[in-house]
């Protein structure tokens, strides 16, 4: 059996060829958003779609691939910064702040309105990262509280938030990266 394995992983290997490298290039050009804001939170929706946060509350979005940017900034949120933002279309976004009570919040309207979605008083939250799995299931996370990290979870596209529970402590020092 050995021996026509043998043949045929030869006749495998000879049998693919390879492709010719492509060239890439990559072009930057420095987009005009107007503003002083320090952005840290980016998510690319689409060719045309992407959303931006960063300080001061600062959020916004550009509909044409980044030609233009509209400022939807959530009034009343000057104090926080925006690391991470998460959307799902050009209407719908989430952002996480690093300052409460008040942390994340969501628009289902472009950007117009905003809704608080996660509120919490508890001493030494940070939220430095935001993921979604899928279109429901996503995770929060802080920098450690009483010696763990804090952990959020939704299952219903950001609308609720649960702690994740039974996390084990951190190293000394440990934490997370800020974006």
Not at 126 to 151: C, H, I, Q, T
């Amino acid at each position: 059996m050995k021996f026509l394995l043998i043949p045929a992983f030869i006749l495998l290997l000879f049998s693919c060829t390879l492709t010719p490298k492509k060239q890439v290039a990559v072009v930057f050009s420095e987009l005009n958003t107007n503003t002083e804001a320090s952005f840290r939170g980016l998510h690319v929706v689409d060719e045309n779609t992407v959303w931006a946060s960063g300080s001061g509350g600062t959020v916004f979005v550009s509909n044409d691939s980044g030609n233009s940017w509209k400022d939807v900034s959530i009034q009343g949120t000057e104090g926080n910064d925006f690391r991470s933002i998460h959307a799902w279309d050009d209407k719908k976004a989430i952002v996480f702040g690093v300052a409460g009570p008040e942390f994340a919040y969501k628009t289902i309207d472009g950007g117009n309105t905003w809704n608080v979605v996660y509120s919490d008083t508890t001493s030494g939250l940070f939220f430095n990262s935001l993921k979604f799995a899928d279109e429901k299931n996503g995770l929060a996370v802080s920098d450690p509280v009483n010696g763990k990290f804090f952990v959020l979870r939704t299952e219903d596209a950001g609308n609720t938030w649960t702690v994740v529970e039974n996390l084990p402590s951190v190293i000394d020092g440990e934490a997370n990266f800020a974006a």
